[in-house]
């Protein structure tokens, strides 16, 4: 029962509010009898002055009834006694108990003192703690003491009484309340279990609806957005799957019907021959998808670089446009290049593939006797490789998406233009596994550029 969060949001917050209210209750109490003591002595010092006025002033044949008046106060005991401790008046102030009076309390009253103090009991005399007020006074030339001491317990228990009452209202008051809003705190985070038990069970089309600002509202919101990446994740892995699927299924049925087609047909040799190319070209292309795939999830799940070097990248530049001469001449491309002599940290091997599938690329995509401009230079410590080509270009709604796995502007896959479209999604991963940057621009049917910015120094040194 305690495991759950509404319990112990309850119990925590009731716990609280209980010690609260008695950490109140007692500061109330020693305030208030604080207060009451400190009022109650200046109230008892003026009482005594003027019952002493009073019996300095009364006739000699009625003092005696003025002194049994004066003793008979409710709710306030009062004593007078002669220098010698006789007791020549008292009154309990319906109290039914005694005030005691100590030789050294007497002795300061009779000496011409004030006594403030509190009532001295002893095995005879008892009862709850009092103060006692003490007075001195004059009556036929000898020295008297009168005291008094108000029944303020009576008072104190009262007000006990009345405090512990309204803080045990205000105890179940709040208690009432917390529970509801405790069953407010919690819901959120009940609808937000509910709805990951959902999610585990792959249900990633979850949308919780929240107006809160606060934390759990925080909490729904990044919950939200962790199931619409899911999503997309589902998503990308379907798509993923199926494009596998394409890829593998197309060059398969072409190896399985030119197979059957020799075993079968009657041909000639030049029929032949060119069934077994298109095989041979099929199963290369299998073998560079598998290559790629196996590349991507490599770069995928380790983005450290294996043999970080400082390299200079227009000679790196330089001999992979010497590496694709035969593409570029068998279509009378002239490559124009503009390279400042800049030295880069990163892995030699890896870097050499992006900027071989980027001149490819652009190879590929311009006409025959077109033109492709490579140019470098270093700014704001990064190396700047610039690549163009002025083929048909790249449609604006497919710039976002030209580096997923498996996308092809070409919708119709046309195969005469080679590639499984892993090509530059190997490239973004290459780069940002160098901390660098890849962004592509284009105008459909002017002009294509990548551009790649690559730390000149180790990331460690830069920051």
């Known amino acids: 029962m305690t495991k759950s969060l509404y319990v112990r949001t309850v119990l925590i917050f009731i716990a609280a509010v209980m010690i609260s209210l008695i950490m109140a209750f007692i500061l109330a109490i020693h305030m208030y009898s ?33 002194i049994r008046n004066i003793v008979d106060l409710p709710g306030t005991r009062v004593k007078i006694l002669d220098e010698n401790g006789k007791t020549i008046a008292y009154g ?12 050294k309390q007497l002795a300061l009253v009779i000496q011409g003192g004030v006594y403030r103090g509190k009532v001295a009991y002893n095995k005879e005399h008892s009862g709850p703690p009092s103060f006692l007020i003490g007075l001195p006074f004059q009556m036929e030339g000898k020295p008297y003491a009168l005291y008094i001491s108000p029944e303020i317990n009576k008072l104190l228990d009262e007000f006990r009484k009345f405090t512990l009452t309204v803080l045990t209202s205000v105890l179940i008051t709040g208690s009432l ?14 609808r937000l279990t509910e709805a990951a038990k959902r999610m585990a069970k792959g249900d990633f089309g979850i949308v919780l609806q929240s107006r809160r600002r606060d934390e759990l509202g925080a909490l729904t919101a990044g919950f939200n957005e962790m199931a619409r990446s899911l999503r997309m994740l589902d ?134 006797g077109g033109r492709i401009e490579i140019t470098m230079s270093r700014e704001d410590g990064f190396a700047i490789v610039g690549i163009t080509d002025y083929g048909h270009g790249i449609e604006p709604d497919e710039l976002p998406h030209i580096f997923t796995p ?31 940057t890849i ?23 830069i920051v």
Do not use: C
């Open 235 to 368: 998503k990308l892995r379907s798509d993923f799957v199926n494009n596998v699927a394409h890829e593998i299924q197309s060059p398969l049925t072409s190896i399985t019907g030119f197979s059957k087609a020799l075993r079968t047909k009657q041909m000639s040799e030049e029929e032949r021959r060119q069934y077994l190319t298109i095989i041979e070209e099929e199963s290369q292309r299998l073998s560079r998808l598998s290559t790629n795939l196996l590349q991507l999830s490599v770069l995928q799940q380790n983005s450290k670089l294996h043999h970080p070097a400082y390299l200079r990248l227009d000679e790196q530049l330089r001999r992979s446009i010497i590496a694709s001469e035969p593409q570029w001449s068998a279509k009378g491309i002239q490559p124009e290049l503009e390279l400042e002599a800049v030295t880069a940290y990163g892995d030699a091997d890896s870097l050499e593939q992006v900027w071989h599938n980027l001149i490819n690329n652009s190879i590929k995509f311009s006409p025959a």
């Open 406 to 436: 498996f996308y092809k502007a070409d919708k119709s896959r046309d195969y005469a233009v080679k590639g499984n479209g892993l090509g530059l999604s190997i490239v973004k991963e290459i780069v940002d596994m160098h901390r660098g």
């Open 92 to 103: 309990d102030g319906g109290s039914g108990k005694e005030t005691p009076i100590l030789q």
């Open 34 to 66: 604080s207060n009451v003591k400190s009022m109650a002595e200046g109230q008892m010092i003026a009482l005594g002055k003027k019952m002493i006025s009073g019996m300095n002033e009364a006739p000699p044949s009625s003092l005696p009834n003025i």
């Open 177 to 190: 309340l917390i529970l509801l809003a405790a069953r407010y705190i919690v819901k959120p985070v009940q």
């Open 439 to 461: 962004e592509a621009k284009s105008r459909p049917g002017v002009q294509t550029v990548f551009t790649v910015r690559i730390p000149v120094q180790p990331v460690e040194e």
